[in-house]
Nanobody, 124 residues
């Protein structure tokens, strides 16, 4: 059974850093591109960042380009996302997805496995 487990969300400070992890099991991790998507209240799930099976190729949404970093470790079957300076638009529920192929894509339907998500909200 495939399982993707996100961690690292919770209360964050705007201007602070966000670091998320996605631990995968039950699949041949290095055969799948991985990505992070974000869903805000009342909005559709949107692409944030993706990484190819090897980790060599990455792509980012315009909203995080130049700020975020996606990476992966195929030895421990984990994908990561880091956003060092959080903006209000970064808040929401973050989902980790595994693509059907090894090449990253921005479209939702390219991803066949999903985690349950981790919520990122601003600390008051």
């Amino acid at each position: 059974q495939v399982r993707l487990q996100e961690s690292g969300g919770g209360l964050v400070q705007l201007g602070g850093a966000l670091s998320l992890s996605c631990a995968a099991s039950g699949l041949t991790f290095n055969e799948h591109a991985m990505a992070w998507f974000r869903q805000s209240p009342g909005k559709e799930r949107e692409f944030v960042a993706g990484i190819s099976w090897s980790g060599v190729t990455t792509m980012y949404a315009d909203s995080v380009k130049g700020r975020a970093t996606i990476r992966r470790n195929n030895n421990n079957q984990t994908a990561y996302l880091r956003i060092p300076i959080l903006k209000p638009g970064d808040l929401g529920d973050y989902y980790c997805g595994a693509a059907e192929t090894g090449w990253q894509a921005e479209t939702l339907n390219e991803y066949i496995y999903w985690g349950q998500g981790t919520q990122v909200t601003v600390a008051s």
